[in-house]
């Protein structure tokens, strides 16, 4: 495996403390191979000796300095650098110790969006109050745990909810929480996201194929309607209907059969005409001599 010089995917963060808390400062470095790590003080390597009951650590990249009671004589720059075979990297922020105390405040608040799906969704935040506060972000009253869809980052006094990419289910109310020594605040905002729209299905087109005549005829149907189709000597012919159906003749009343008329299917079949019913003619009675 090729090596990588150190970088640092989370930069130190600046820190105001109430003198007598804790102060913490952390980062992230990546790099091949694993870089090794120190920590500064105003430009000095940080010893036991200089910062009595700090505690130092470096596990999966992540670099860590905590001192359990900060006083006055700790405000300073802290810096962390990492190093390997292939190179440096060094990050710098601010230790601010004060006996003062201010409780939070959104100096940026959250803002309502509505964006589309499969969209980039930034939720940004800025706090202040001293000492810094602590921030999480919830949605529908549930607390949001960075990870590959939902990153939460922070640069200074701002603070970020990146979503990679939204669908509708990341709809709802979203809360961003801020709280110290000092007092608590509350920021929330709607996020919708839009789906894609569902397309209209156009009207059924029924197509009839006359093989007699090579002829196409494309007809929309409606449930209200009936239409009627006949083919004679090859010419295609339509008829809609009336939409109320034709009245039914009357039984007729006497016992004697009369011809059937032909149907539909007999006179659309092949285009052929059928022959009429022969007519029997009666010879009339012939008149007797007058005498």
Same mark, same amino acid.
């Given at each position: ?20 808390? =804790?102060?913490t ?6 790099? #091949? ?11 000095q390597?940080?010893?036991? =000796? ?5 505690? /130092?650590?470096?596990?999966?990249? $992540? ?9 006055? =004589? ?30 939070? #405040? ?5 803002? +309502? ?16 109050? /001293? ?11 549930? %607390? ?6 939902f ?13 990679? *990419? ?10 961003? #929480?801020?709280? #110290?020594?000092?007092? $608590?605040?509350? +920021?929330?905002? %709607?996020?919708?996201?839009?789906g894609? *729209? ?9 197509? /009839? !194929?006359?093989?007699?005549?090579q !002829? ?9 309607s !009936? !239409? ?18 034709? $009245? ?39 008149? =007797?001599?007058?005498?």
């Open positions: 495996m090729s090596t990588q010089a150190p970088t640092f995917t989370q930069p130190l963060q600046s820190v105001v403390a109430l003198e007598g808390s =804790a102060a400062f952390e980062a992230q470095v990546s790099g #091949n191979p694993v870089p090794e790590v120190s920590w500064f003080r105003d430009g390597v940080l010893s036991a =000796a200089a910062l009595p009951g700090a505690q /130092i650590s470096f596990s999966d990249g $992540r670099a860590v300095l905590m001192i359990p009671a900060v006083t006055a =004589a700790h405000s300073g720059r802290f810096s962390v650098r990492a190093t390997n075979g292939a190179g440096q990297a060094t990050s710098t922020a601010e230790l601010l110790v004060t006996v003062e105390t201010a409780p939070p #405040n959104f100096i940026q608040r959250l803002q +309502s969006m509505t964006v589309r799906q499969g969209s980039q969704v930034r939720l940004d935040v800025r706090v202040a109050g /001293i000492p810094t506060p602590v921030v999480k972000f919830y949605r529908e009253g549930a %607390e949001i745990q960075s990870s590959a869809d990153q939460i980052v922070q640069e200074g006094d701002l603070y970020s909810l990146l979503i990679a *990419e939204a669908f509708p289910e990341d709809s709802g109310t979203y809360s961003v #929480n801020a709280s #110290n020594s000092s007092g $608590r605040a509350t +920021s929330t905002a %709607e996020l919708l996201v839009q894609d *729209e569902v397309a209209v299905p156009a009207k059924k087109t029924k197509t /009839i !194929m006359s093989t007699s005549s !002829m196409t005829v494309e007809s929309h149907f409606q449930s209200s !009936m !239409m009627e189709m006949r083919v004679e000597g090859g010419v295609v012919t339509q008829t809609l209907a009336h939409k109320t159906p034709p $009245r039914v003749p009357p039984k007729p009343t006497s016992t004697s059969k009369s011809p059937t008329p032909p149907s539909l299917a007999a006179r659309v079949a092949g285009g052929r005409h059928q022959s009429p019913s022969p007519v029997r003619h009666v010879k009339a009675p012939t008149p =007797a001599p007058v005498r």
